[in-house]
Each structure stands twice: as structure tokens, then as C-alpha cells.
């Protein structure tokens, strides 16, 4: 049946089913590989962010680096029609790329995390993650990305009313 237990049953096309409540979900196939989206459609088709986290647990196999640049990207692609629900994509995906130790995934993530924050109105939250991911690029050497984040923080910081830092921030940025 397949190491999740009870909680699979074979799909029609050679993948594991997961069952959770009476909805099915894509889940980790021992014999085909998942494809990323096919994670994140079932991960998302989860209702709360709990019982999302725990099913994509449950896939760990699936970890990679490209099914966390799949989970930013669907961040990215609903963050203006709704910004809490790219903020969840962003941290499932932040998940992965932790687990699976890609700093550049772990750096997009918290960018993307940072987006949503700033455009749901949440500007501390926004600089957290922008600070959180402006280091990533500053110890690894890399100015061009760290230009790139510091012009990220300009206006969230500008709308916490810290415009000192903020002129600092554009400072830096200019100067790559």
C-alpha cells in the first residue's frame, strides 16, 4: 500500500491517492515520480494552512528545489487577487527550500513573502522577511542580489515612516 499507510490508495494513472477526510489528493507515487505541481495542487487543495503543512510533511520525498520555485511562483501569481493566500504559498515553499538547504530558493521565498506581506498592508512583517532574506545574499558575497533586496525594503520602510533608513537602503542599492 505503500509507506503512508491507510491513508493512500492507487490512483488511475499509477500514483498513490491521498485521503484525507473524503478528499483525494496527488500524493508521492513509489513508482512515478510527482511531478512539483502535482504536489502543490494537492498540498493547496488542503483547507488551512495546518493541515497543509502536515500533507506536505507527508511528501517530503518530493522536496526540491524546484518544488519550492513552484510554490513561489503560485505566490507570485495570486499575490495581488490575494496576498494572505501568496504569503501561505510563500512560507509552504520557504518550508521546502529549508528542508532541502537551497539557499537561492530560501532567498525568493522570503522575497516573495515580503511582496505579499506589502501588499496586504503588513510593512513589519514585510521588512522581517526582506531582512531575513537580505542576508542570504550578503553572505554568500553576491552585491547584485543584495542591491536587488535592499530596493525591496525602500518602500516598506518608507511606509513604516522610516525614511532615514529607507534613503540609507537606496544608497546601497545604487551603489552596485
Known amino acids: 500500500m505503500g509507506r ?4 493512500l490508495e492507487r490512483g488511475r494513472h499509477g500514483g498513490w491517492l491521498l485521503l484525507i477526510g473524503s478528499d483525494r489528493r496527488m500524493a508521492q507515487s513509489e513508482d512515478a515520480r510527482t511531478q512539483p505541481h ?3 495542487e494537492a ?9 497543509r503543512t502536515r500533507t506536505l510533511r507527508m ?5 526540491s528545489p524546484e518544488l ?4 513561489r511562483a503560485r505566490a507570485m501569481a495570486t499575490v495581488r487577487r490575494d496576498p494572505r493566500e501568496a504569503g501561505a504559498l510563500a512560507r509552504l515553499g520557504l518550508i521546502v527550500a529549508n528542508a532541502v538547504r537551497d539557499t537561492h530558493s530560501r ?3 522570503l522575497r516573495t513573502l515580503a511582496q505579499a506581506h506589502m501588499v ?3 510593512f513589519r512583517g514585510a521588512l522581517r522577511a526582506a531582512d531575513q532574506a537580505i542576508e542570504i545574499p550578503r553572505e554568500l558575497g553576491d552585491a547584485v542580489a543584495v542591491a536587488d533586496l535592499e530596493a525591496t525594503r525602500i518602500p516598506i520602510l ?9 534613503r540609507e537602503a537606496g544608497r546601497r542599492a545604487l551603489e552596485v
Open 158 to 166: 518608507a511606509h513604516l515612516e522610516r525614511y532615514a533608513e529607507a
Open 4 to 7: 503512508l499507510g491507510p491513508l
Open 68 to 71: 519550492a520555485e513552484t510554490f
Open 38 to 40: 502535482e504536489v502543490v
Open 107 to 109: 532567498m525568493t521565498c
Open 120 to 122: 496586504a498592508g503588513t
Open 59 to 63: 511528501l517530503a520525498d518530493s522536496f
Open 43 to 51: 498540498v493547496t487543495a488542503a483547507s488551512g494552512y495546518r493541515l
